[in-house]
């Protein structure tokens, strides 16, 4: 079955520093997002992407924040100057798109990418 | 913004025993879906519910959208050690926000043997 894959799994930084997590959706996938979830709490959308530009994203995704989809495959997350609040389980998510109510619009997520900032 | 509670918290069952957990909010929702998070891991898909009223079922798990759209809940029947996780509830607005989505603040499933 085809998967969202995420790298690294586990990604340890200083504060300050620059941090790039790496997806690679579903390849016949449209729309792609990332999610963060702090240890203990619910997933929290961060960013949705289509066309080669940001379709939406929530207020947690300041100027520190950036994605790229840099060639075919690969959908990045990227965080200028990381914080400690910035630890978090990062979570890539795709899906077909197309409107309606399918199985096309629902998001197929990655098993995430353990950031802790030290 | 938009908030789902889910409850119960956390539940501790005996294996064979059902389950149930509901989500609620305030505000009215089209799509519903439920979400198994296992740790380490994504959250993965386990029913989509698509219409009010709308009563589905993925094996011994069965998922109802509220008939106001402001509620879903979620049952397991006859619960086995493989079904501990995390069960969250998720929703997409009705107008704009693409497909973001809400998650609620989950229910933590541990089945003992």
């Known amino acids: 079955e085809p998967e969202v894959t995420q790298t690294p799994s586990h990604q340890v930084t200083q504060m300050g520093q620059e941090v790039i997590l790496r997806c690679v959706p579903i390849?016949?996938?449209?729309?792609f997002y990332w999610y963060r979830q702090i240890l203990g709490q619910k997933v929290e959308f961060l960013v949705s992407?289509?066309?080669?530009?940001?379709?939406?994203k929530s207020e947690i995704f300041d100027d520190q924040f950036s994605v790229e989809r840099p060639d075919g495959s690969n959908f990045t997350l990227k965080i200028r100057s990381t914080k400690l609040e910035d630890s978090a389980m990062y979570f890539c998510a795709s899906r077909v798109g197309g409107g309606g109510r399918s199985g096309a619009n629902v998001l197929t997520f990655g098993a995430g990418s353990r950031l802790t900032v030290l | 913004g938009q908030q789902l509670n889910q409850s119960p918290q956390s539940m501790f069952i005996q294996e064979g025993e059902d389950v149930s957990m509901n989500c609620t909010s305030s505000?009215?929702?089209?799509?519903w879906l439920w979400y198994k998070q296992e740790p380490g891991e994504g959250p993965v898909l386990l029913i989509a519910?698509?219409?009010?009223?709308e009563l589905t079922s993925n094996g011994r798990l069965t998922a109802q959208f509220g008939i106001t759209r402001k509620d879903s809940f979620l049952n397991i029947s006859a619960s086995i050690p493989s079904d501990v996780g995390i069960y969250f509830c998720a929703v997409k607005g009705l107008t704009g926000g693409g497909n973001k989505l809400t998650f609620g603040t989950g229910t933590q499933l541990k089945v003992e043997l």
């Open positions: 992407f289509y066309n080669n530009e940001i379709s939406e």
């Open positions: 390849s016949n996938h449209l729309y």
């Open positions: 505000s009215i929702f089209n799509t």
């Open positions: 519910l698509y219409k009010a009223g």
